[in-house]
T-cell receptor, first 113, second 115 residues
Framework: DSGVTQTPKHLITATGQRVTLRCSPR?????VYWYQQSLDQGLQFLIQ???????AKGNILERFSAQQFPDLHSELNLSSLELGDSALYFC????????????FGNGTRLTVT | GESVGLHLPTLSVQEGDNSIINCAYS??????FIWYKQESGKGPQFIID?????DKRQGQRVTVLLNKTVKHLSLQIAATQPGDSAVYFC??????????????FGKGTHLIIQP
């Protein structure tokens, strides 16, 4: 068990809808990362937060947004969903910012129909 | 293009044998490398990491070798067990600015353990 908790485990929704994925990092970790994993793209970095502040952005669509709350949990919001957004969404955490191995949660499987 | 890649998408080995999973990277500025294991229905699990000032690091039944001359990374698993069946990813961190935002993952190699 990595100590990173993600909810829900599965999510099925229709195109055009909006969903929120939740992540609780490991105790003491200040950085939270969001990754998308699809069959054809592998693990793609979306966004990172450190102690409540956005730290880095990767290949995150404008329809997607995230935030990290004072208690350090994070939410990833996906809106105007398209079929191609179906994927596994992983959250990972580290204590700091640099060169620490990421500890991943077990992901949320999103299916857009 | 992607700077981290794996030579073999699928590797099948006999239980008890050693297995070697290879990874090539193209960015000479990368200074930190990680191997992850992902089992079905789970998130990637950290196995072992290595920094660019080292060429070998050993863990429990695993060894990571780094050859900076040819930009090659390998993961050796000794005496493979059924529980080693998973997809293995290498990842590199380019080090510029630090942070896992610079962490690039390979596509993965599926390791299958034959009984």
């Amino acid at each position: 068990d990595s100590g990173v908790t993600q909810t829900p485990k599965h999510l099925i929704t229709a195109t055009g809808q909006r969903v929120t994925l939740r992540c609780s990092p490991r105790s003491g970790d200040l950085s939270v990362y969001w990754y998308q994993q699809s069959l054809d793209q592998g693990l793609q970095f979306l966004i990172q937060y450190y102690n409540g502040e956005e730290r880095a952005k990767g290949n995150i669509l404008e329809r997607f947004s995230a935030q990290q709350f004072p208690d350090l949990h994070s939410e990833l919001n996906l809106s105007s969903l398209e079929l191609g957004d179906s994927a596994l969404y992983f959250c990972a955490s580290t204590p700091g910012q640099n060169n620490s191995p990421l500890h991943f949660g077990n992901g949320t499987r999103l299916t857009v129909t | 293009g992607e700077s981290v890649g794996l030579h073999l998408p699928t590797l099948s080995v006999q239980e008890g044998d050693n297995s070697i999973i290879n990874c090539a990277y193209s960015n000479s500025a990368s200074d930190y490398f990680i191997w992850y294991k992902q089992e079905s229905g789970k998130g990637p699990q950290f196995i072992i990491d290595i920094r660019s000032n080292m060429d070998k690091r050993q863990g429990q039944r695993v060894t990571v070798l780094l050859n900076k001359t040819v930009k090659h990374l390998s993961l050796q698993i000794a005496a493979t067990q059924p529980g080693d069946s998973a997809v293995y990813f290498c990842a590199e961190n380019r080090g510029v600015g630090g942070g896992a935002d610079g962490l690039t993952f390979g596509k993965g190699t599926h390791l299958i353990i034959q009984p």
